[in-house]
């Protein structure tokens, strides 16, 4: 049998970080008890058009709710409609920010028209001067610098209940924000309006957010935009890689929006159709791997039409629980396969990848990643978890739903290229 190389476990430093990761379910966010399991939404950001075009107005956002509902993504946990850097327009004479008055004539209607169907209405903001798009308008859009606790009392007053500040145009007379400075500012601003509000953070990791951002938001970006590529998809999981101890009930590490089913096609064209950079077991990587991460799960494409790739992961109900665990703790690869690799005449230990996530009752929830361009055999053997040499554990497979016949020792996979398999290890006593 082909050895396992350990990478979290394998230095003196194993138990410890262990101890850290099942220690860490205190609340771990700003101070609004919100954020005790990653958030679950959708995110106008790819649906109308290619991701970052931000279009979005009254009548789609409606549409999105309706779905919510009808699709049954409510059912299994999805709860915020949020706006990206689309929404606003201006602000009044007193300073007060404005929403576009021509895609959103009566925001407050809109806002009442989510929460009727028992949705959570989010917005964009950003931390600069303005925020990083036009969204095709003639003028730039006023980020929150200089209004923070004005635009929180603004969201507040609203129902508003997630906010998203991000982080573009952040020099001012020559000299560069400091993050620390500007997102606890509106950390406070939002904790003062006393209104519960989720708060994202937005620097895309650059000032490694997941030390420190804890205190001030209930998730963070940990890397740069998520693109509807493979390409990109697999670079934000590599650079995830071992972040998973910072996360916690309260503070995640947030991998951005999710792509299932590819983006739209073209702006304000065919709604509901998608346009996919990526194949379907490329989403279905992308689906379980966030959720074994404990990322927010945030859909930034078109749910009115929930394509088969759609179904079958952002309604499993049995991967969501793994994302949505009460012990909070985010999952990180823990070793590797060596199942050959890209290069026959030579070994790369990253090919076939071993993630795991502790979970509730002593359970595990285990990842078997194939990077490589072709598919391999996997084989996952237990005795590399905490607590697990010497025993088996009954194994069920989470994507299929489907239990295996009896307990066993180690579980072997034939991963396809770019796919993941999961499943769910409940120990033998």
Known sequence: MVPVRMVAFASGLGPLLLLVLLCSYEVNGVDNGLGLVPPMGWNTWCTQGHCGLDI???????????????????????????????????????????????????????????????????????????TCSTGTRPHKIPGSYGHYEQDAKTYASWNVEYV??????????GTELDPKVQYAQMSAGLNATGK?????????????????????ANSWRSGPDHHDDWKSTSAIIAHNIGLGKYAAPGGWNDLDFLMTGGQGCGVFDHPGEHCPGMSDTEYKSEFILWCIMASPLLVATDIRNMTDIMKSTLLNTELIAVN??????????????????????????????????????????????????????????FNILPGMTGKSAHVRDLYNRKDMPSAMTSVTAHVESHGTEVYKLTPVS
């Open 56 to 130: 979005c107005n009254d009548k789609e956002v409606r549409a999105v709710a309706d779905a919510m509902v009808s699709s049954g993504l409510k059912d299994v946990g999805f709860q915020y409609i949020n706006m990206d850097d689309c929404w606003a327009d201006k602000r009044d004479s007193s300073g007060n920010i404005l929403p576009d008055p021509a895609r959103f004539p009566d925001f407050a209607g809109t806002i009442k028209y989510v929460n009727s169907k028992g949705l959570k209405f989010g917005v964009y903001t950003d931390a600069g001067i303005d």
């Open 164 to 173: 998203k500040m991000d982080w573009c145009n952040t020099k001012v007379n």
């Open 196 to 216: 519960p509000i989720f708060f994202n953070s937005c620097e895309w990791g650059v000032d490694n957010p997941w030390e420190w951002m804890h205190k001030y």
């Open 324 to 381: 949505q665990d009460k012990l909070g703790v985010g999952g990180d690869k823990i070793g590797d396969w060596h199942c050959g690799s890209r290069d026959e005449n030579s070994i790369d230990s990253d090919v076939c990848q071993l993630w795991a996530k502790p979970m509730s009752n002593g359970t595990f929830a285990i990842a078997l990643y194939n990077t490589d361009s072709k598919s391999h055999n996997i084989t996952f053997e």
